[in-house]
């Protein structure tokens, strides 16, 4: 399994992290606040299973193999190594505080590439923290959340002699940037969206400073101030940096880059005006200042600062365009021989395309899906209309805000599917049908230029029949919904679009849920896991297809839900790209349930490998693929 985590850069609120700790002593500290990101340089491993060790190496720079370098999987030997130092160490570290608190066996960790700059704020040793812990997770299931791999890294990392921040971590989010509360013990995160990319460049100064001398020196000034400068120090991580970090992320979710600028030289001004006193040995920053105050630059910015624990160790700054970012790299690396990495943020890919599955035969409607297949069924909905349940659905996909419906069809039903969304009634006909039905009928048609079929030559089970869309989905997330389900919100937003706005919050392949009796479970995918925004979101740990009662008492119990009650699929669906290549293993692996490719599994290894969330529907289904759940839903559709 190949794995990636970025470095971590601190765009606004370099030492709130350790400063709203101090709330813990002294109540009347304010918060600490910081906005990180990841970057997109970072540490790359090839991981596995060992049964009994650590096997460890990596690649210099000019592609040597330091290592294998092999630790037993034992509490006292993976602490010894720990406390050593090290690169090793971290990863030792974090590997002891996960045997203290799991049954796991060992792993084999190949760093193979690092492109990471070590030792410049980028916390280096924070990335290989997250990825040791994120390696554990994925190879023996810890079902842990992104904050779960956090915790499990900074309780690594402080196992070593290094003494790291707690937004250092915040590299496990990847490079969507993230909005860090620090209070006391306690740490809130708060994922942001991104409406238009943004462009960053952070460089390597090149110079001295001390970053043990800079952080004792601003630690005079907790828990309590005892004079100007502390006092200062204080206002500086307390209130200015409040406002600042909170007017920079309304800046950031509206893409606005000049404001985002000026905000960084605010937070350098104020952090040489209260700061510099308190260390000026380290933080009168010549170089930084000369390198921010360059002249060659201003075209091709809207502002820079210092990051990190400042000094004279690296800066960041924006770039008015992504020609502006390589043209500042350019400036950087001949007028000031300096190095520099690119930091692009990018606003999460929109969900643009849907996936329908309407190739099955529906058996247990038999014999009248000899006369037409169930998704052509009709349905009387709530403006009075009769509509093929193909409609509904395509339906509630364009209100949501798709652009392309992908419907999967059987070959020989692929003319009917084609005729009813692109062929107009003939003329007569359309003549005969009152004005609102002409209308209607206008507008089915500019339906039908958003519809494409796929066509799925075997009928292999669910998960096959999904995989024959990975083509037409291509490299982008897709909203799935079954082709025998109708959906009815219970708010003025629809369904798919509850799901739809969950993923852009979150950017996390999401699943629609619904509360069900264990006497129905058998019927439905069932699912477990640990609520993130209680009794609305669940960071899903476990995908179980139609269980047992006796499996779901066991396995599939929910906090918070009622005895004898379980969450089980909506029939809507938010899903990365890589599922099609989990389907894809199970096709050439013959992998099979109950004789056909199913999805579950393959999700599964989605979760598990990338994550996945369940939501709380404000809605209903109604399912169409049996007859008397189809009579339920043509009693019940119409009134909601």
Same mark, same amino acid.
């Given at each position: 399994?190949?794995?990636?985590?970025?470095?971590?850069?601190?765009?606004?609120?370099?030492?709130?992290?350790?400063?709203?700790?101090?709330?813990?002593?002294?109540? &009347?500290?304010?918060?600490?606040?910081?906005?990180?990101?990841?970057?997109?340089?970072?540490?790359?491993?090839?991981?596995?299973?060992?049964?009994?060790?650590?096997?460890?190496?990596?690649?210099?720079?000019?592609?040597? /193999?330091?290592?294998?370098?092999?630790?037993?999987?034992?509490?006292?030997?993976?602490?010894?190594?720990? +406390?050593?130092?090290?690169?090793?160490?971290?990863?030792?570290?974090?590997?002891?505080?996960?045997?203290?608190?799991?049954? @796991?066996?060992?792993?084999?960790? !190949?760093?193979?590439?690092?492109? %990471?700059?070590?030792?410049?704020?980028?916390?280096? *040793? $924070?990335?290989?923290?997250? /990825?040791?812990?994120?390696?554990?997770?994925?190879?023996?299931?810890?079902?842990?959340?992104?904050?779960?791999?956090?915790?499990?890294?900074?309780?690594? &990392?402080?196992?070593?002699?290094?003494?790291?921040?707690?937004?250092?971590?915040?590299?496990?989010?990847?490079?969507?940037?993230?909005?860090?509360?620090?209070?006391?013990?306690?740490?809130?995160?708060?994922?942001?969206?991104?409406?238009?990319?943004?462009?960053?460049?952070?460089?390597?100064?090149? $110079?001295?400073?001390?970053?043990?001398?800079?952080?004792?020196?601003?630690?005079?000034?907790?828990?309590?101030?005892?004079?100007? @400068?502390?006092?200062?120090?204080?206002?500086?991580?307390?209130?200015?940096?409040?406002?600042?970090?909170?007017?920079?992320?309304?800046?950031?979710?509206?893409?606005?880059?000049?404001?985002?600028?000026?905000?960084?030289?605010? =937070?350098? #001004?104020?952090?040489?005006?209260?700061?510099?006193?308190?260390?000026?040995?380290?933080?009168?920053?010549?170089?930084?200042?000369?390198? /921010?105050?360059?002249?060659? %630059?201003?075209?091709?910015?809207?502002?820079?600062?210092?990051?990190?624990?400042?000094?004279?160790?690296?800066?960041?700054?924006?770039?008015? *365009?992504?020609?502006?970012?390589?043209?500042?790299?350019?400036?950087?690396?001949?007028?000031?021989?300096?190095?520099?990495? #690119?930091?692009?943020?990018?606003?999460?890919?929109?969900?643009?395309?849907?996936?329908?599955?309407?190739?099955?035969?529906?058996?247990?409607?038999?014999?009248?899906?000899?006369?037409?297949?169930?998704?052509?069924?009709?349905?009387?909905?709530?403006?009075?209309?009769?509509?093929?349940?193909?409609?509904?659905?395509?339906?509630?996909?364009?209100?949501?805000?798709?652009? #392309?419906?992908?419907?999967?069809?059987?070959?020989?039903?692929?003319?009917?599917? &084609?005729?009813?969304?692109?062929?107009? @009634? *003939?003329?007569?006909?359309?003549?005969?049908?009152?004005?609102?039905?002409?209308?209607? =009928?206008?507008?089915?048609?500019?339906?039908?230029?958003?519809?494409?079929?796929?066509? +799925?030559?075997?009928?292999?089970?669910?998960?096959?029949?999904?995989?024959? $869309?990975?083509?037409? @989905?291509? !490299? #982008?997330?897709?909203?799935?919904?079954?082709? !025998?389900?109708?959906?009815?919100?219970?708010?003025?937003?629809?369904?798919?679009?509850?799901?739809?706005?969950?993923?852009?919050?979150?950017?996390?392949?999401?699943?629609?849920?619904?509360?069900?009796?264990?006497? &129905?479970?058998?019927?439905?995918?069932?699912?477990?896991?640990?609520?993130?925004? !209680?009794?609305?979101?669940?960071?899903?740990?476990?995908?179980?297809?139609?269980?047992?009662?006796?499996?779901?008492?066991?396995?599939?119990?929910?906090?918070?839900?009622?005895?004898?009650?379980?969450?089980?699929?909506?029939?809507?669906?938010?899903?990365?790209?890589?599922?099609?290549?989990?389907?894809?293993?199970?096709?050439?692996?013959?992998?099979?349930?109950?004789?056909?490719?199913?999805?579950?599994?393959?999700?599964?290894?989605?979760?598990?490998?990338?994550?996945?969330?369940?939501?709380?529907?404000?809605?209903?289904?109604?399912?169409?693929? %049996?007859?008397?759940?189809?009579?339920?839903? %043509?009693?019940?559709?119409?009134?909601?």
């Amino acid at each position: 399994m190949k794995l990636f985590v970025p470095g971590r850069i601190c765009l606004f609120g370099e030492h709130s992290d350790w400063a709203g700790g101090y709330r813990r002593i002294n109540a &009347e500290i304010e918060k600490g606040y910081a906005l990180i990101s990841g970057t997109n340089q970072g540490i790359y491993a090839d991981v596995q299973p060992h049964p009994n060790a650590l096997v460890l190496s990596s690649r210099t720079d000019s592609g040597e /193999l330091v290592g294998p370098y092999e630790i037993p999987m034992e509490p006292q030997a993976l602490l010894e190594e720990a +406390q050593k130092g090290g690169f090793w160490s971290y990863i030792a570290g974090v590997a002891y505080q996960v045997l203290m608190h799991y049954h @796991v066996r060992g792993l084999v960790i !190949d760093n193979y590439k690092t492109d %990471l700059p070590i030792k410049k704020g980028l916390s280096s *040793s $924070a990335a290989i923290c997250v /990825l040791t812990a994120r390696a554990f997770n994925r190879i023996y299931d810890l079902k842990l959340t992104v904050r779960g791999e956090m915790e499990l890294a900074y309780q690594g &990392e402080i196992t070593t002699p290094s003494r790291c921040g707690r937004m250092d971590q915040g590299c496990a989010f990847g490079t969507r940037p993230v909005l860090m509360t620090f209070d006391g013990d306690r740490l809130d995160t708060q994922e942001l969206l991104l409406d238009t990319p943004l462009y960053f460049v952070i460089v390597d100064l090149q $110079a001295e400073k001390n970053t043990q001398e800079i952080l004792a020196r601003l630690n005079r000034a907790f828990p309590f101030a005892d004079n100007d @400068v502390e006092r200062g120090v204080q206002e500086l991580l307390g209130p200015i940096n409040k406002r600042i970090v909170h007017e920079a992320v309304d800046a950031l979710s509206a893409g606005d880059a000049q404001r985002l600028g000026a905000l960084m030289q605010e =937070a350098q #001004e104020y952090f040489d005006r209260y700061a510099a006193p308190a260390c000026p040995e380290e933080l009168t920053a010549p170089v930084l200042h000369r390198v /921010l105050d360059y002249e060659p %630059l201003k075209p091709h910015i809207y502002g820079g600062k210092g990051v990190g624990s400042q000094g004279d160790g690296s800066a960041q700054f924006i770039a008015r *365009s992504a020609a502006d970012q390589k043209a500042v790299m350019e400036i950087l690396e001949r007028d000031l021989g300096l190095s520099a990495l #690119e930091l692009t943020l990018e606003p999460l890919p929109r969900v643009r395309k849907a996936v329908i599955p309407a190739a099955g035969f529906g058996t247990r409607l038999f014999p009248a899906t000899k006369a037409t297949k169930k998704e052509m069924f009709p349905i009387i909905d709530r403006d009075g209309i009769a509509k093929p349940a193909i409609l509904l659905i395509v339906e509630e996909a364009l209100n949501a805000g798709i652009e #392309e419906v992908i419907i999967i069809v059987q070959e020989e039903d692929l003319d009917d599917f &084609e005729a009813f969304f692109n062929v107009q @009634v *003939s003329i007569e006909n359309y003549n005969k049908l009152p004005r609102t039905a002409q209308e209607y =009928a206008q507008r089915l048609l500019e339906m039908g230029r958003h519809v494409k079929f796929v066509i +799925q030559h075997n009928q292999e089970g669910f998960g096959h029949a999904v995989y024959t $869309a990975k083509d037409a @989905v291509g !490299d #982008e997330p897709f909203l799935l919904m079954l082709g !025998d389900h109708l959906y009815r919100s219970h708010t003025e937003q629809s369904c798919a679009a509850q799901l739809m706005e969950a993923y852009q919050r979150h950017g996390t392949s999401v699943i629609g849920l619904r509360r069900t009796p264990e006497s &129905e479970i058998a019927n439905f995918g069932t699912v477990t896991g640990v609520w993130i925004e !209680d009794g609305q979101l669940l960071n899903i740990t476990e995908f179980a297809e139609k269980p047992t009662i006796d499996y779901a008492r066991t396995n599939l119990r929910v906090p918070g839900l009622p005895d004898g009650e379980y969450l089980t699929v909506f029939g809507q669906y938010i899903i990365k790209p890589q599922l099609f290549e989990y389907i894809e293993e199970n096709i050439c692996n013959n992998v099979r349930e109950l004789g056909e490719f199913q999805l579950t599994s393959a999700l599964d290894k989605l979760r598990q490998r990338d994550g996945f969330l369940g939501l709380m529907i404000k809605g209903r289904r109604f399912d169409i693929g %049996l007859p008397d759940s189809y009579l339920d839903t %043509l009693v019940q559709f119409r009134e909601g």
